[in-house]
């Protein structure tokens, strides 16, 4: 097994691993042996250990698709979309991420922001590529949780695309502040 772990480790495009994806990819079910096996790697410094239950190649690993391994499912959205898409200027260190609960952790020195959103929108992979938000996602998203939030700019938008996404999250005032947006937009870049 200890060949094994780092050939299958190394050969994966993911970066960060859970015990359980370690379980299923060796074809194992021999908890203890795996838990041997990762902390004899661990000790040599030939694996990173990131937090309980979570393993990386090294120190250099994807702090979003971590984001998404503390907590299933989720996806990282929001402001870390929002703001790499260049629709909000306001830089946050924290990421964003969608769950089903609300938590703050702190992780190998990165702060993850976990944002409850409904079970029926979180399981909808409308708008959700390798478990990160399209920017038009991570719009709906920021709007369904807060009613008043401030976008700074909303030209990278693609509007047809919204309205696609739109109808998973069933919910008429939602819908009533999209039609609003770009209007209310327009006018304050003017003023």
């Known amino acids: 097994m200890q060949e094994n772990i780092l ?5 994966s495009k993911q970066t960060v691993f859970s015990f359980k994806e370690l379980l ?6 021999d908890v203890t042996a795996l838990k041997s096996t990762l902390n004899y790697y661990i000790k040599n410094g030939e694996l990173y250990h990131i937090r309980r239950g979570l393993y990386a190649k090294d120190a250099n690993y994807d702090r979003l698709e971590l984001a998404t391994k503390i907590f299933t499912p989720s996806y990282v959205s929001f402001e870390t979309i929002l703001f790499s898409a260049g629709i909000i200027f306001q830089y946050y260190s924290a990421i ?5 609960q609300s938590r703050e952790i702190n992780c190998d020195g990165q702060a993850f922001v976990f944002k409850r959103i409904k079970p029926t929108i979180l399981t909808n992979s409308k708008g959700v ?3 990160v938000a399209i920017p038009e996602r991570g719009l ?3 709007l369904y949780l807060n009613k ?4 700074d700019n909303l030209e990278p938008i693609d509007w047809d695309r919204v ?3 739109l109808p998973i999250y069933k919910n008429k005032s939602l819908e009533q502040r999209l039609i609003a947006l770009p209007n209310s937009w327009k006018k304050s870049i003017e003023e």
Do not use: G, P, R
């Open 129 to 131: 590529e390798n478990n």
């Open 24 to 29: 299923l990819l060796l074809k194992t079910d």
């Open 148 to 151: 008043e939030y401030h976008f």
């Open 140 to 142: 709906l998203d920021l």
């Open 7 to 11: 050939k299958v480790m190394l050969k």
């Open 163 to 165: 309205y696609e996404i």
């Open 96 to 100: 964003f991420v969608a769950s089903y």
